[in-house]
């Protein structure tokens, strides 16, 4: 009896990521071979790749070695973004054997063909100046079906000067309303009771097809069953009224958005590219707070941009200071080849990018603590996940809070009412209701 092939996977990267490592782990299965951890040795390793920032490289170049030090003999494939934009440094790479750009990740298998190594990388890279097209892929988060991240959309438009996904995974593109609709319905019919739709530009959903973001929601919320949906992240500019008033109307649409405005200087933006002001990301904030008082808003903000001076710099932390928002996803920037920022002057001393990323570190712990303590005496349904310490149970309300209750009056993977009672040590303590 022939035994299975064994293969592992590692991802590095965005949700988008996990979601198509999870699509080619089922291609994988379905052809027979045998799922290990990593770590554990294997006859086929694949390493799904980011390049978003210097230490994703540095994790890709790390992921590669350690696979090949544990599985020597093993078949490897490096696909992802590092992939598409820096295959010539990984192929370089003693023991890599298949290197798969963007448009072909979905065929990696095929391309692999007999798996036999032959002392040299074979590179399947194709340029993305004409559109690729578009490939459905969904994750489950952790074990058991809670969460499931459905990758709606790919590739952005957009050109901020400071990032390469663009040059990673091309244009903006996505699939049908009906195909993402029957999507959803598929995972909801799996028994997910939380989908997330997520992609890399999810605000430009349905461009080129006379759909929309909301157009989308509007069709998944007519879905039977209990299920509720929440958007991973959203261009301020692609914000539409029409979603704010859909996410106000319908218990389907979790009140919780992520929202990147990278600088709270208007100059900062202009040099980022980025498509808004702060006069217009205020007015946002503004317009979703109005229409759901109790959202939950993230916000990301990056810090150390070229030419970002002290007084950039005060302007970006007042603005977030003074903005309703929940806690603050804060990013270093890194200068990324490729980008027109890279060629920027003004390059910005790592102690001062440090200084002020833990600046605002702390402004988000202080914007949490609020954020929660407004919420304490409120009533949310809470999605328990597996797991939870010291007797208690824990999971996500739809406003994007972590709440725990005693272990004994929930269980794994149902969605109760919860009011939150009160906060220890920066945790959410909550009583089941029903
Ligand atoms: S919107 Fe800007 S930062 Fe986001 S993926 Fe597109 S180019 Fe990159």
Redesign the pocket.
Known sequence: MTMALRFSTYTIGCKLNYSETASIRRTFAEAGLREVPFGEEADVVVVNTCTVTSKADHDTRNIIRRALRVSPRAFVIVTGCAAQLRHDELASIEGVDLIVGTEDKHRLLELAGDLRKVGMARVVVRDLHRRPSFHAAFASEGSGRTRAFLKIQDG?????T?????LA?GGSRSADIEATVSGVRNIVRQGFQEIVLTG??VGDYGKGQGASLADLVRAVIELPGDFRLRISSV?PDLLTDELIELAAKGEKICPHFHL?L?SGSDEILRLM??RYDTAFFRERIEALKHKLPHTGIWVDVIVGFPGETEKHFEATRTFLEGLPVSALHVFTFSERPGTPAAAYGGHIPDAVKRERNGVLRRLSEGKRATFYRSELGSVRRVLFETGGERGMIEGFTENYIRVAVPQCTASPRTMRRVRLEQIVMGRVLGVVID
């Open positions: 952005c438009d957009y050109r901020c400071y990032c390469t996904v663009p995974r890399v530009n261009e990147p990278q590219g980025r």
